[in-house]
């Protein structure tokens, strides 16, 4: 059975840094694209990172701020979030593509399975 769990979430001040992580069960996180994901209140939930291999891709607004990665022996996705601003407050998800390759740029409907999200709060 395939699960998501995000963790990592809180409150912090703009210009501050968080890292989240997503522990994933019942597959390999190396053998599919994984995504982080976010929904702020009022707006659709929109991309933020994916990653396949060694290839990463980042939205326009977090490029140079957000850095995604994969630990293969602890099967858990991670996102570093440095220089937050008040605008990166959101409910975050992480996803697990349909296949191995990432189909860019990501959409919610090449992924099957979604975390229950961890919340991000970041004060200005």
């Known amino acids: 059975q395939v699960q998501l769990v995000e963790s990592g979430g809180g409150s912090v001040q703009a210009g501050g840094s968080l890292r989240l992580s997503c522990a994933a069960s019942g597959y390999t996180v190396s053998y599919y694209c994984m995504a982080w994901f976010r929904q702020a209140p009022g707006k659709e939930r929109e991309p933020v990172a994916d990653?396949?291999?060694?290839?990463?891709y980042y939205a326009d607004s977090v490029k140079g701020r957000f850095t995604v990665s994969r630990d293969n022996a602890k099967n858990t996705l991670f996102l570093q979030m440095n220089a937050m601003k008040a605008e990166d407050t959101a409910m975050y998800y992480c996803a697990r593509g349909k296949y191995y390759e990432c189909i860019r740029p990501p959409a919610m409907s090449d992924f099957a399975y979604w975390g229950q999200g961890t919340q991000v709060t970041v004060s200005s």
């Open positions: 990653i396949y291999a060694s290839s990463t």
